[in-house]
């Protein structure tokens, strides 16, 4: 089923793209880093995802094992029952009777608790992943934070402090959209840990992701339809956009 999974090859194969179009137009730029990197934390989302989706094999040993001492006790403890006895040693065989819903209550939540552990443990390898995406939002982030259309009107004076600006509208224009693809792509890397772990707290983590590459994505659009919203809009239609890219 293609069209209802993920492919991380094909996800690692965009991001290598990604990078050397990025390296072709913009060969001395600090981006061209980013986007290595980008590609790198895919193919690690890739093998962590894998792994992930597979059971933990040791963990769940140990809980069919705590399951079966926990069965051998059990009727361990019922062989001191003396059920032939019961009007001269009630009291003996309450006690008894209540030591072992005691051992069957304990052994249950123990089996809880290890039945459990398996998913804490893969949600904190999520969480581990997504932290390094996140971290790579900001500063895909942070490359376009001075990349300011404005600068681009006529009569812009610039500061003694102002960054230094050596692109052109065109390349401004690819830059800035060389980012929004950077962020658009650490969505579907984080989508791949949901893939993974189908689990609530997983999903609505990486939906936090996305959220936050999504937003940081539309200002950068903002910008765009700032400096030439014609050609902007005229490079927005599939095919021709297509054809631009390098």
């Known amino acids: 089923m293609p069209y209802t999974t993920l492919d991380p090859d094909k996800i690692i194969k965009t991001a290598d793209i990604l990078e050397s179009r990025v390296e072709e137009r913009f060969p001395n730029a ?10 790198a934390i ?6 962590r995802a894998e792994k992930l989706s597979q059971p933990i094999q040791w963990l769940r040993i140990a809980t069919f094992a705590s399951v079966f001492l926990g069965v051998i006790i059990f009727f361990f403890i019922g062989t001191f029952l003396n059920f032939d006895r019961l009007a001269t040693e009630a009291f003996d065989f309450v006690q008894g009777v209540e030591a072992t819903i005691n051992a069957v209550v304990l052994a249950g939540l123990g089996f809880l608790t290890i039945a459990k552990s398996e998913e804490r443990i893969k949600r904190r390898k999520v969480l581990d992943g ?3 995406l996140r971290s790579v939002i900001h500063i895909i982030d942070m ?3 001075t990349k300011d259309p404005v600068s681009l009107r006529t009569g812009f004076k610039p500061t003694p402090s102002s960054p230094e600006r050596k692109l052109k509208p065109n390349e401004l224009v690819r830059y800035l959209d060389y980012c929004s693809e950077m ?7 984080s989508a791949l840990y949901a893939q ?11 939906n936090d992701v996305e959220a936050l590459g999504g937003n940081l994505s539309r200002k950068i ?5 700032l400096i030439e919203p014609e050609k902007v809009t005229r490079s927005s239609k599939p ?3 297509a054809k631009a890219k390098t």
Not at 42 to 47: C, F, M, R, S, V
Not at 196 to 206: G, K, L, W
Not at 221 to 225: A, E, N, T
């Open 30 to 39: 600090s981006l061209v880093g980013v986007a290595t990197e980008l590609k």
């Open 42 to 47: 895919a193919k690690d989302a890739k093998a």
């Open 130 to 132: 997504l932290h390094g």
């Open 143 to 145: 490359h376009q934070l």
């Open 183 to 189: 962020l658009s792509l650490t969505g579907k890397i």
């Open 196 to 206: 993974a772990v189908p689990d609530m707290e997983v999903v609505n983590a990486v």
């Open 221 to 225: 659009w903002q910008k765009i339809m």
């Open 239 to 241: 095919v021709t956009r």
